[in-house]
């Protein structure tokens, strides 16, 4: 199963950027999500994620008080709203779906992987 996410590109230091990423099945509207980032020579980190309700939440400390993940369960989207977009948040960013209710932090924790978005940040 692919995931799509788009509305990547290019933005300025201090620019916000918000990536979509519409899961192609309702089935995972009981999953947790996350979105994960990796970055030109360095391993895909996790970013932030979500539960199946929206009631827990956990961000990377890199991007805590930045970025916001949310969910539409009813149009089964996720969303990742990036604020103050800094040099070193420059990645392709990846929206994936857990195994489980709730997020992980660990690649393994999650079943699906959307093809990824790049967004770069200059200044």
């Known amino acids: 199963v692919q995931l799509q996410a788009y509305r990547g590109g290019l933005a300025q230091v201090g620019g916000f950027c918000r990536l979509p990423?519409?899961?192609?099945?309702?089935?995972?509207?009981?999953?947790?999500m996350g979105w994960f980032r990796q970055a030109p020579g360095k391993e895909r980190e996790f970013v932030t994620g979500?539960?199946?309700?929206?009631?827990?939440?956990s961000y990377a400390g890199s991007v805590k008080g930045r970025f916001i993940i949310s969910r539409d369960r009813a149009k089964n989207t996720l969303y990742l709203q990036m604020d103050g977009l800094k040099p070193e948040d420059t990645a392709v960013y990846y929206c994936?779906?857990?195994?489980?209710?709730?997020?992980?932090?660990?690649?393994?924790?999650?079943?699906?992987w959307g093809q990824g978005t790049q967004v770069t940040v200059s200044s």
């Open positions: 990423c519409p899961p192609t099945s309702p089935l995972f509207s009981n999953n947790g």
């Open positions: 979500i539960s199946w309700n929206g009631g827990s939440i």
């Open positions: 994936a779906v857990a195994r489980g209710s709730y997020a992980a932090v660990s690649l393994s924790g999650y079943r699906y």
